[in-house]
Nanobody
């Protein structure tokens, strides 16, 4: 079992920055790929970013590439999402999620491939 708790969301003006954190419980955090998803009002949940077990490999949705950076600290059981140059269209509830690192059929963009989810944290970007 992995429990995930997000923090760091809030209100920011367009062009500003926020850093989201996701703290994981348990001793097996380092065995999980970690991802960030978001869901805007009236829209489906969408993939934002993913990071490998080691933290060496990362991937991003085209909409955030060059503006967002995902990272992890396995000694602190925490994954981060640094969000720069925020736009009003980034407004959403952001979720972190964990997927087993051993899965050979893992699709980073597919929410169904993640086993554990945080409760979500809202981010609002004003224009």
């Amino acid at each position: 079992q992995v429990q995930l708790v997000e923090s760091g969301g809030g209100f920011v003006q367009a062009g500003g920055s926020l850093r989201l954190s996701c703290a994981a419980s348990g001793r097996t955090f380092s065995r999980y790929r970690m991802g960030w998803f978001r869901q805007a009002p009236g829209k489906d949940r969408e993939f934002v970013a993913v990071i490998s077990v080691s933290g060496i490999v990362t991937g991003y949705a085209d909409s955030v590439k060059g503006r967002f950076t995902i990272s992890r600290d396995n000694t602190k059981n925490t994954v981060y999402l640094q969000m720069n140059s925020l736009k009003p269209e980034d407004t959403a509830v952001y979720y972190c999620a964990a997927a087993p690192g051993s899965s050979t059929s893992f699709r980073s963009w597919n929410a169904g491939d993640y086993d554990y989810w945080g409760q979500g944290i809202p981010v609002t970007v004003s224009s």
